[in-house]
């Protein structure tokens, strides 16, 4: 029946005591105790080996159970295990058992590794989805921020908006009431308010408060829109003003007098230039502007010695004007005044970054603007000593060299047009016949251009400047060498030895010749 009922039978022989026939097993199971391993031990004489092909089996019976076509005789194919094949048998069977344990370990290695991956997948696509909602959630975040700053730049530029609107609103108020102030408060310090009737008095009195009062109430409102503290003058400061002292007239400067300094009036009301004027034409030569860009010519062309300027007019806006003054070689030392109606903090500050030397607010009084004004020209720094004219006592080298408070009341653009002028004037030294129409020339301005910015930074005319530095010149000639003194004179530009000596010790308070005795 099969390899063990063989050996079953073979027992019961030996147990019996017969003679042993030949026995036969089925199956040729590999392995211990096996029916290949008894052939090979001569227990059996052979055992046959068939395949059951379960599975083909199975499909023939599934076949005819569903009524399907099948074959009527399936052959197959078997073998006879004997002792000449036993040994080749045993060994393909044993190394079909160790690569059927190699292939089960391979497949318990490939369950866990399948089983890993399942883990690694798993844990992927929970990192994959805590990746995306950390994306979406950043996303969220940058959305709401940019939407944050998006709405502040929307509100930034509201405020600006509505900044601008009520500057401009406050600015169409502070001209007119500049206008009724100024006036109204210089009326009232002249003689003749101070005759008037009482009743006169009292009406008069009444508008300036209310004037006061409405300049506070403008005030008030922009200070609501941007939260600047503006003070309001009281009631009570208001009457306190003293308005019986009339103000001093100075005596009047025609528009022939080159002495008088001169100031540039630039703004695009006819009745604000009227009003300045009013309180100027006193002390003044006036030259007027209807916008920056005329302004900026007329600055160019005439250099006065200082500008009053609004900032909000059209064409050229006063902060533009403002810079292009500076900026400009020819005007760059003119005294810059803002005139506005822009009282904020951050309206002076771009006001004294683009160049102003001082910054006044509308409604303002004529007492203020006046000092303002004079305050400037004075304190104008002067280059008096462009060609070392020192005491002789000094040497030459300390002569010659400019001193430090002249080095430092300079701009870059003031240090290039003196040291320009003064190259000049030394190349043409020796020319008695250079006039500052040559000076000018040379300089590429016109006459008026070149005397009136010298005359600003240096506190003398050009040709007090070329005479200057003729003498200069002169006194280094007379102590270095041994030339004579008509010699000297010639060389340094002087038609006669005669007005050279007059000059020299006009300058010096002593002869040339008794230069070399000292």
């Not at 080996?49 to 076949?63: E, F, S």
């Not at 003293?242 to 025609?254: E, G, L, Y």
């Amino acid at each position: 029946m099969n390899d063990r009922t063989a050996m079953g039978a073979r027992k019961a022989f030996v147990e019996d005591g017969r003679a042993l026939p030949l026995f036969c097993g089925i199956d040729g199971l590999p392995g211990e105790n096996g029916g290949i391993r008894l052939v090979q031990d001569s227990l059996l004489e052979a055992s046959y080996i068939y395949p059951t092909h379960g599975d083909q089996l199975l499909q023939l019976a599934v076949d005819i159970l569903e009524g399907k076509p099948y074959k009527k005789e399936t052959k197959l194919m078997s073998a006879l295990v004997t002792q000449d094949n036993a040994r080749v048998l045993l060994m393909e069977s044993e190394e079909i058992m160790r690569q059927s344990r190699n292939l089960e370990q391979l497949h318990e290695k490939a369950s866990q590794y399948l089983d890993q991956l399942d883990s690694q997948r798993t844990l992927t696509f929970v990192a994959l989805a805590a990746i995306l909602l950390l994306l979406a959630l950043l996303a969220g975040i940058y959305m709401y921020y940019l939407q944050r700053a998006r709405i502040q730049d929307e509100r930034t530029k509201m405020e600006r908006e509505q900044l601008d609107f009520y500057t401009q609103v406050s600015h169409e108020l502070r001209t007119p009431l500049t206008l009724i102030q100024g006036p109204l408060d210089q009326l009232l310090r002249t003689d003749d308010f101070s005759s008037a009737s009482d009743e006169a008095r009292e009406l008069f009195t009444i508008v300036r408060r209310n004037t006061h009062h409405l300049t506070g109430l403008v005030n008030k409102m922009l200070d609501a829109q941007v939260g600047t503290p503006i003070q309001e003058m009281t009631s009570a400061q208001v009457d306190a003003i003293t308005v019986s002292q009339p103000i001093a007239k100075p005596a009047a400067v025609t528009e022939q007098d080159e002495d008088a300094p001169t100031v540039l009036i630039v703004d695009d009301n006819a009745d604000i230039r009227a009003y300045l004027r009013s309180i100027l034409q006193g002390q003044y030569r006036l030259l007027e502007a209807e916008d920056g860009q005329r302004g900026l010519e007329l600055a160019r062309e005439q250099v006065p010695d200082l500008i009053v300027s609004d900032v909000m007019m059209p064409v050229m806006n006063g902060l533009e004007f403002c810079q292009q003054v500076k900026k400009d070689g020819i005007s760059s030392h003119i005294p810059v005044i803002l005139l506005t109606a822009r009282a904020l903090e951050k309206h002076q500050i771009e006001g004294y970054e683009s160049g102003a030397d001082a910054y006044i607010t509308k409604p303002f009084s004529p007492e203020l603007l006046l000092a303002r004004i004079d305050n400037l020209l004075q304190s104008r720094h002067q280059l008096k000593d462009l060609w070392g004219m020192k005491p002789a006592t000094e040497t030459v080298a300390e002569a010659a060299a400019p001193t430090e408070a002249a080095a430092a009341t300079t701009t870059p653009i003031e240090d290039a047009f003196i040291s320009q002028f003064k190259k000049i004037v030394e190349e043409r030294l020796s020319d008695s016949n250079l006039s500052v129409e040559d000076l000018a020339a040379d300089m590429g301005l016109s006459r008026v251009q070149l005397y009136r910015k010298v005359k600003a930074l240096t506190g003398s005319t050009p040709i007090d400047l070329l005479r200057k530095a003729r003498l200069a010149q002169a006194r280094r000639l007379l102590l270095e060498s041994t030339q004579t003194v008509s010699e000297i004179a010639y060389q340094v530009g002087f038609a006669s030895p005669s007005y050279f000596t007059k000059c020299y010790k006009d300058e010096f308070g002593t002869v040339p010749g008794e230069a070399r005795k000292s």
